[in-house]
């Protein structure tokens, strides 16, 4: 199994552009957001699934990474709930729009979205945009 630094390593190959860079920094939360709120208008326990899951592909890479995307899933579950009956379409705009700039990116960068070589980088893009911040303030992931 890669490391986290691996995953990083790969990932990053094809997120050098700033432009595209910035736009995974915003659209990756966006489009966790997304999802969140689609699987949370379906069923909670949908989400709560799909987290547990993530959660434990995160805990093999990194603790510190994956304490705070529980926190990050338990801030995005209070966004999805205040959404109320407008939730599933404001999910589904947002997500479509999310992933249109995540192509506007790629084409900026000239390189294919990680995840048509390995679907487990849609998981190590939002740990990605987190490393950042942990390199900012020289946390240890």
């Not at 790629?106 to 070589?117: L, Q, T, V, Y």
Request: glycine share 4%; hydrophobic share 55%; with cysteine.
């Amino acid at each position: 199994m890669k490391t986290i630094n691996e995953w990083f390593d790969a990932y990053g190959e094809s997120h050098q552009n700033p432009i595209n860079k910035l736009i995974h920094w915003i659209c990756v939360p966006a489009i966790m957001l997304s999802i969140i709120g689609m699987l949370w208008a379906l069923s909670p326990w949908l989400v709560y699934a799909v987290m547990a899951v993530t959660l434990i592909f995160y805990l093999s890479l990194s603790v510190p990474l994956s304490a705070i995307m529980l926190v990050i899933y338990a801030f995005m579950i209070t966004i999805a709930e205040a959404m109320g009956s407008s939730l599933l379409s404001v999910s589904i705009c947002i997500f479509v729009v999310a992933w249109i700039f995540q192509f506007i990116g790629h084409s900026i960068e000239g390189k294919k979205p990680s995840f048509f070589d390995d679907v487990k980088f849609l998981l190590v893009g939002p740990l990605w945009c987190l490393s950042f911040l942990f390199d900012r303030w020289n946390l240890k992931y």
